[in-house]
């Protein structure tokens, strides 16, 4: 018997470790910028089972705010939509310098359906992130690179 309880004890510390692996930049944001519902609700069962931190709940929330436009009806869309701005907001809060959460709050503000008046920081946040840019990883230069193509307040010329 307790050979068995070791043994199961061995397997589940060994098992632990393959949960916690970080979430690759890249996957995330393809589910971010996606337009469908099923990346999204995949990728946050993968941050459900990540050890909790600012950047976790800072991804959590812009992902929940993404997936409340696949809600039903206003109500639910914009309860959910809240519950996401809490964890963003408050990881804001708390990093104010992180330049990726500023640009996950720009991308949500430039998106979001103006009726939710979800977009007083965008200019804050703009300047944010091109005053972060060059210390970013390349990973996110290029996601942000990305981004801009399409983007209406966020230039390529505002990266230089």
């Known amino acids: 018997m ?3 309880f070791a043994v199961n004890l061995v397997l589940l510390i060994f098992f632990s ?3 916690t692996q970080e979430i690759g930049r890249k996957v995330y944001y393809k589910a971010l910028s996606g337009g469908e519902e099923a990346p999204i609700d995949k990728m946050l069962e993968k941050l459900e089972n990540e050890k909790a931190s600012s950047k976790v709940n800072a991804y959590k929330g812009a992902l ?3 997936k409340a436009g696949y809600e039903k009806g206003v109500g639910g869309k914009v309860k959910t939509f809240k519950k996401g701005a809490h964890l963003l907001e408050d990881e804001i809060k ?3 310098s ?3 959460f500023r640009f996950l709050r720009l991308t949500v503000q430039e998106h979001a359906p103006k009726i939710l008046k979800y977009n007083k920081e965008l200019e804050e946040d703009k300047q944010a ?3 972060g840019y060059s ?3 390349p990973d996110l230069k290029e996601v942000i690179a990305d ?9 390529q010329s505002d990266l230089k």
């Open 2 to 4: 307790r050979r068995l």
């Open 17 to 19: 470790g393959f949960k």
């Open 64 to 66: 929940i705010m993404k």
């Open 94 to 96: 708390s990093n104010p």
């Open 98 to 100: 992180n330049t990726e």
């Open 129 to 131: 992130v091109i005053a």
């Open 135 to 137: 210390k970013l990883d």
């Open 147 to 155: 981004y801009v193509k399409d983007s209406e307040i966020l230039k």
